[in-house]
């Protein structure tokens, strides 16, 4: 079992762009070297201006030594084996994967920042309503920037005036990443019902997603079906508006998904109903059925405004999936 995430990620010396040329040379220091912690200490005493409290540089230290930078021998620290696994392959992918792995939240800001810029006060209710094992205060801005400026550090996020966005390269993540990380193992700390996010599949299709990507959706629904009114996380499926096979750009964009449980999703999905671009339900005239519930939640519903879905799905998604539907 992989050791728990952490839940606090500490700040490098150098500036808010500057994390990952920090951490490069603090691990080319250890390696050539193998300092004790004196030396260490005063290795960054001698890098970077006005750092001299022991407190401050042991807290960065220790927080190296628990992703797995950093270990020690003895008296003498040495390279992790994370440290030796980045330092060998010196790339941003090897750093972003470590990251993600071991910190909580990263992958899901990521994906949240998908639908759009955020200021730091978004950045954090983000974070909370996703991850509330963070347990920071509500409008805290220290955690939400040590997680902005690593992603920063690493090329992923740029700073709008008073906001963060997503850069090229960080967007490019995101749409690889939903699939990617489908096997990463991470489950909610509350809430989940002790259904491991990490094997969730699909109704319809089997396919995994990342769990952080499932969690990110949820939260901003606030972990309800739209369409049933199911709040029980473990019977959620993150739906997919234009196909996941069909439009794989789309898979990781907020604004093509919605939570529905997996009854609904089974009955999206087989085009018994859908919503127009006015987020109005639309029935199949040839979905005949039975069921208290379905009859209840959706044909009874037709016509209905589902209000939870304004501002949530992008009106040109709905439209072209609706397009391919003969009973439209």
């Given at each position: 079992m992989p050791?728990?995430?952490?839940?606090?990620?500490?700040?490098?010396?150098?500036?808010?762009?500057?994390?990952v040329?920090?951490l490069?040379s603090?691990l080319?220091f250890?390696?050539?070297h193998?300092?004790?912690?004196?030396?260490?200490?005063?290795?960054?005493?001698g890098s970077f201006?006005n750092?001299?409290?022991?407190?401050s540089i042991?807290r960065r230290?220790?927080y190296?030594?628990?992703?797995?930078?950093l270990?020690?021998?003895?008296?003498?620290?040495?390279l992790?084996?994370?440290?030796q696994?980045?330092?060998n392959?010196?790339d941003?992918?090897?750093?972003?994967?470590?990251?993600?792995?071991?910190?909580?939240?990263l992958?899901?800001?990521?994906?949240?920042?998908?639908?759009?810029?955020?200021?730091?006060?978004?950045?954090?209710?983000?974070?909370?309503?996703?991850?509330?094992?963070?347990?920071?205060?509500?409008?805290?801005?220290d955690?939400p920037k040590?997680?902005?400026?690593?992603l920063?550090?690493m090329?992923?996020?740029?700073?709008?005036?008073?906001?963060?966005?997503?850069?090229?390269?960080g967007?490019?993540?995101v749409?690889?990443?939903?699939a990617?990380?489908?096997?990463?193992?991470?489950?909610p700390?509350?809430?989940?019902?002790q259904?491991?996010?990490?094997?969730?599949?699909?109704?319809?299709?089997?396919?995994?997603?990342?769990?952080?990507?499932?969690?990110?959706?949820?939260?901003?629904?606030?972990?309800?079906c739209?369409?049933?009114?199911?709040?029980?996380?473990g019977?959620?499926?993150?739906?997919?508006v234009?196909?996941?096979?069909?439009?794989?750009?789309?898979?990781?964009d907020?604004?093509n998904?919605?939570?529905?449980?997996?009854t609904?999703?089974?009955?999206?999905d087989r085009?018994?109903?859908?919503?127009?671009?006015?987020?109005?339900?639309?029935?199949?005239?040839?979905?005949?059925?039975?069921?208290?519930l379905?009859?209840?939640?959706?044909?009874?519903?037709?016509?209905?405004?589902?209000?939870?879905?304004?501002?949530?799905?992008e009106?040109?998604?709905?439209?072209?999936?609706?397009?391919n539907?003969?009973?439209?």
């Amino acid at each position: 079992m992989p050791p728990d995430r952490l839940r606090s990620i500490v700040p490098m010396f150098g500036g808010g762009t500057q994390y990952v040329e920090t951490l490069d040379s603090i691990l080319s220091f250890v390696d050539a070297h193998q300092p004790t912690t004196e030396e260490l200490i005063g290795w960054h005493r001698g890098s970077f201006p006005n750092v001299s409290s022991r407190e401050s540089i042991m807290r960065r230290v220790s927080y190296l030594q628990q992703v797995g930078f950093l270990g020690q021998s003895g008296n003498n620290w040495r390279l992790g084996e994370a440290g030796q696994e980045y330092h060998n392959q010196a790339d941003r992918e090897t750093l972003l994967g470590i990251m993600c792995t071991r910190n909580v939240g990263l992958r899901s800001l990521l994906y949240a920042l998908v639908a759009g810029a955020m200021s730091l006060e978004e950045v954090s209710e983000q974070q909370l309503d996703t991850h509330p094992e963070l347990g920071w205060s509500r409008g805290q801005a220290d955690m939400p920037k040590q997680r902005v400026n690593w992603l920063r550090s690493m090329g992923l996020v740029e700073k709008q005036s008073d906001t963060y966005a997503l850069t090229d390269d960080g967007r490019q993540f995101v749409e690889t990443a939903v699939a990617e990380w489908a096997d990463s193992e991470w489950t909610p700390s509350a809430g989940d019902n002790q259904m491991h996010a990490g094997t969730y599949e699909a109704t319809i299709q089997a396919r995994s997603v990342d769990p952080e990507f499932r969690a990110t959706v949820l939260s901003r629904h606030e972990q309800t079906c739209p369409i049933s009114g199911v709040d029980h996380l473990g019977l959620l499926d993150v739906a997919h508006v234009l196909s996941w096979s069909e439009y794989p750009s789309h898979r990781a964009d907020l604004s093509n998904v919605l939570p529905l449980s997996k009854t609904h999703h089974a009955a999206f999905d087989r085009e018994l109903f859908t919503v127009d671009q006015d987020y109005r339900l639309q029935v199949n005239p040839e979905f005949e059925t039975e069921s208290d519930l379905l009859t209840r939640t959706i044909i009874n519903r037709e016509g209905e405004q589902i209000s939870a879905l304004e501002g949530q799905l992008e009106p040109q998604y709905v439209a072209k999936h609706n397009a391919n539907l003969a009973w439209i």
